[in-house]
Nanobody, 123 residues
């Protein structure tokens, strides 16, 4: 089994920045693609960004140019640097990881999920 724990959320003013971290533990060698999803108030969960084990990235249009996903495989950690934050970025952000050898679909994510960290963008 794999456990994912997010950290770094909080309250920030519009235009500000936050960096989210997701630390993985357990069967780390079984992980492949990792990503971040978010669920805002009254909205469904949506993809934010994903990164493969080789470093290839994909972003949803809403965050392109503002957010950057990265990973440190030695530390078993994935990051989400969020700049120029907007009120519409307010959401619970969830870390996600795919299982090695299993398909990864953007709509549903991989097999493992963290419990989420709250990001609130407000004046």
């Amino acid at each position: 089994q794999v456990q994912l724990v997010e950290s770094g959320g909080g309250l920030v003013q519009p235009g500000g920045s936050l960096r989210l971290s997701c630390a993985a533990s357990g069967s780390i060698l079984s992980l492949s693609t990792m990503g971040w999803y978010r669920q805002g108030p009254g909205k469904q969960r949506e993809l934010v960004a994903v990164i493969t084990s080789s470093g290839s990235t994909k972003y949803t249009d809403a965050v392109k140019g503002r957010f950057t996903i990265s990973r440190d495989n030695a530390l078993n950690t994935v990051f989400l640097q969020m700049n120029s934050l907007k009120p519409e970025d307010t959401a619970v952000y969830y870390c996600n990881a795919g299982r090695l050898g299993h398909p990864y679909y953007y709509s549903t994510g991989g097999d493992y999920w963290g419990r989420g960290t709250q990001v609130t963008v407000s004046s």
